[in-house]
């Protein structure tokens, strides 16, 4: 059973845009999400996190928010670049117990000039 | 500083064979693991380490073997190869305290079994 959810494999949207994935989660017990980025033949890089405690993070033209009653998490890109044509991963953990991540299927974004 | 490596970067097998992939990293983390990327899959856990001599199963270990001997490297065995493991296989570490935030993934092995 899959504990993060990406269900739209991809996602296109025009430069200058703004872009929103989605994710959501079944098991309550987690409590800090994270978002990793990955182009093609390299490996993911960490992109934003947020804590259960928040409710919304934000880093430059990159912001996560969470819904927990819906367990249900977002990232927005404003504006979409090009560069950002990537696969980006939701993932989730616990971290009262150094439990390893949990990661969705990813979404595929592609940025159209 | 070279970060994670990953050795190597392609590999073909036949069925049956047996290969390690490695990993090392230089940036004194406790926790390594493994994970392997599938079309459709995401990524998905096969091993983790804590720490040296320390080592821990993840959602799909079964066909792999790992050990860690320093807290250096972090070594994937296959120990009989099948074409159900031709995958593309990243490597990760990250400091306990940073747990999650700050993992940092190798470049990737992309392995063929035929």
């Known amino acids: 059973d899959q504990q993060v959810k990406q269900n739209s494999p991809s996602l296109s949207v025009q430069e200058g845009r703004i872009s929103i994935l989605n994710c959501d989660y079944t098991n309550s017990m987690f409590d800090y999400f994270l978002w990793y980025k990955k182009y093609p033949a390299e490996g993911p890089t960490f992109l934003i996190s947020i804590s259960s405690i928040k409710d919304k993070n934000e880093d430059g033209r990159f912001t996560v928010f969470l819904n927990k009653s819906a367990k249900h998490l977002s990232l927005h890109i404003v504006p979409s670049q090009p560069g950002d044509s990537a696969v980006y991963f939701c993932a989730a953990t616990w971290s009262s117990g150094n439990t390893p991540l949990v990661f969705g299927k990813g979404t595929r974004l592609s940025v159209i000039a | 500083n070279a970060g994670v490596t990953q050795t190597p970067k392609f590999q073909v097998l036949k069925t049956g064979q047996s290969m390690t992939l490695q990993c090392a990293q230089d940036?004194?983390?406790?926790?390594m693991s493994w994970y392997r990327q599938d079309p459709g899959m995401g990524l998905r856990l096969i091993h983790y380490s804590v720490g040296a001599g320390i080592t821990d199963q993840g959602e799909v270990p079964n066909g792999y073997n790992v050990s860690r001997s320093t807290t250096e490297d972090f070594p994937l065995r296959l120990l009989s190869a099948a074409p159900s493991q031709t995958s593309v296989y990243f490597c990760?570490?990250?400091?306990?305290?940073?747990?999650?935030?700050?993992?940092?993934f190798g470049p990737g092995t992309r392995l063929l079994v035929l």
């Open positions: 940036m004194n983390h406790e926790y």
């Open positions: 990760a570490s990250s400091t306990l305290r940073d747990w999650g935030e700050t993992q940092y």
